[in-house]
């Protein structure tokens, strides 16, 4: 009788609307922060870190970058939980609050050469600080958006949820364009950069703000009223096949996003020898088209499926790979190197548009948020974060090419997941009420 009522509510599409865009307003402004890390990364290496070659001192700021990932996981846990327990709008509000503060101690830290060693290890604890954020974000902001969905319209909105990840990057890039044409390298590696990230401590203070006045998820309020255990890890372990899927379809399509959407900025600066402005252009140009076919794609999947995406991904990742990379890595033309970057940018497409929604039809609500995030949150600690501190060091002891070949094979490992993996939005746990 509870699902015949939920059917024969009318869907509020104007509300629908508001909660994803004020969701995603928060999504934005949470991955700006992750981001602005990565694409600063070239200007403050040399304030955090003793005087070195470029690639020595980018592997120290990658492996903090990965050492930010390892807290992903506890965020998983820690906001899944509170989620599941506490409400969706709850925990996603408290998670960009400990991004503005991660935010904030990179902007004010001093740098190597006035505080020492005090530097990198504040830098350290920042990015700690930002990943336990970060774990949680992706697990609430994934549960939220296909709660708050319109039933037939699942795979669209919620595919705003990387819409809203891309366009933090893009941000981040745009201010790192705008910044680049007002100051001089010399300025934006002495000062420049603290910008950056003072605008993402401010900008998070103002989605603290807006997140407050989003809607609970209604099929979050329906479970809060059940006399029933909810977000703790017993609930979690009656569905380990589902747990296992998760860990499996995101393990490729984690190691694919970081390589072209965040390493393959300082690829073509450190190996394809391309100039840092022209290479921030080609990213801006490349991820702005890429965020714009993510809705097309979600929507696409609400009609022929999620797996037929899935599988277009993990059979073009395998095949693509390293002859783009290997392509990549020995040309200096801007154009060339622009279309290559689309070519992997539009497979992982296939990735990113619904990895979502699968992952939050897998599970009931009692332990959706959790169910979603800590499996997520540990695969990427694991093969997202440490994607670009592997082909750096790869990269140092002369096999750079190898990095390619391990990309693929962790695509693979996804592929045979999706080939064996049922039709999630066939059998969604988010049309049902237990």
């Known amino acids: 009788m509870a699902i015949a009522s939920q059917e024969r509510k009318p869907v509020n599409e104007r509300r629908v609307i508001g909660n994803v865009v004020r969701g995603s307003i928060g999504n934005l402004i949470e991955w700006y922060d992750w981001y602005a890390y990565t694409a600063f990364s070239i200007y403050f290496a040399s304030a955090f870190f003793p005087a070195g070659d470029q690639t020595a001192q980018l592997l120290n700021t990658a492996g903090i970058f990965a050492v930010g990932f390892l807290m992903r996981p506890i965020g998983g846990y820690v906001l899944g939980r509170f989620a599941d327990q506490f409400g969706r709008r709850n925990a996603l509000t408290l998670s960009v609050v400990m991004m503005a503060l991660g935010s904030l101690l990179i902007t004010v830290t001093p740098g190597y050469g006035t505080i020492g060693v005090a530097a990198p290890v504040i830098l350290l604890i920042a990015r700690l600080l930002q990943g336990l954020s970060v774990g949680g974000e992706y697990a609430t902001s994934a549960t939220y958006l296909s709660e708050v969905a319109t039933p037939h319209k699942r795979g669209f909105y919620s595919s705003f949820q990387y819409v809203t990840l891309i366009s933090g990057q893009l941000v981040a890039l745009g201010l790192q364009i705008v910044l680049q044409q007002v100051l001089t390298d010399d300025q934006l590696t002495t000062w420049g950069w603290r910008i950056a990230f003072a605008v993402g401590a ?25 006399s029933r255990e909810r977000g703790t890890i017993r609930v979690l372990l009656q569905y380990p096949k589902e747990c296992l899927i998760v860990v499996g379809l995101t393990l490729g399509g984690t190691v694919a996003f970081y390589t072209y959407s965040t390493y393959l900025k300082n690829f073509m600066v450190n190996t394809s020898h391309i100039d840092k402005g022209t290479v921030t252009w ?14 097309l ?3 696409l999947s609400d009609r022929i499926g999620r797996r037929p995406l899935l599988l277009f991904f993990g059979i073009g990742g395998v095949i693509a790979t390293v002859p783009l990379l290997s392509v990549l890595s020995g040309t200096k033309n801007p154009i060339v190197a622009f279309l290559l970057m689309m070519v ?29 995030g800590l499996p997520y949150a540990l695969t990427v600690a694991i093969f997202g ?36 993996m049922r039709e999630t939005s066939q059998s969604s ?3 049902k009420t237990t």
Request: net charge neutral.
């Open 202 to 226: 401010v900008g998070a203070i103002v989605v603290m703000w807006l997140r407050r006045g989003m809607d609970e998820s209604e099929s979050y309020r329906q479970e809060k009223t059940k």
């Open 282 to 295: 080609i990213n801006f140009i490349a991820l702005a088209i890429f965020m714009g076919v993510q809705p």
């Open 297 to 299: 794609a979600g929507r």
């Open 344 to 372: 992997g940018l539009s497979i992982v497409t296939g990735y990113t548009s619904i990895n979502a929604i699968v992952k939050a039809e897998l599970f009931p609500t009692k332990i959706r948020a959790l169910g979603v």
């Open 385 to 420: 974060g440490t994607a670009e501190y592997v082909a750096l060091g790869l990269k140092t002891a002369g096999v750079e090419s190898l990095f390619y070949w391990y990309v693929s094979a962790c695509i693979l490992v996804s592929l045979i997941v999706y080939w064996t």
């Open 429 to 431: 746990e988010l049309e």
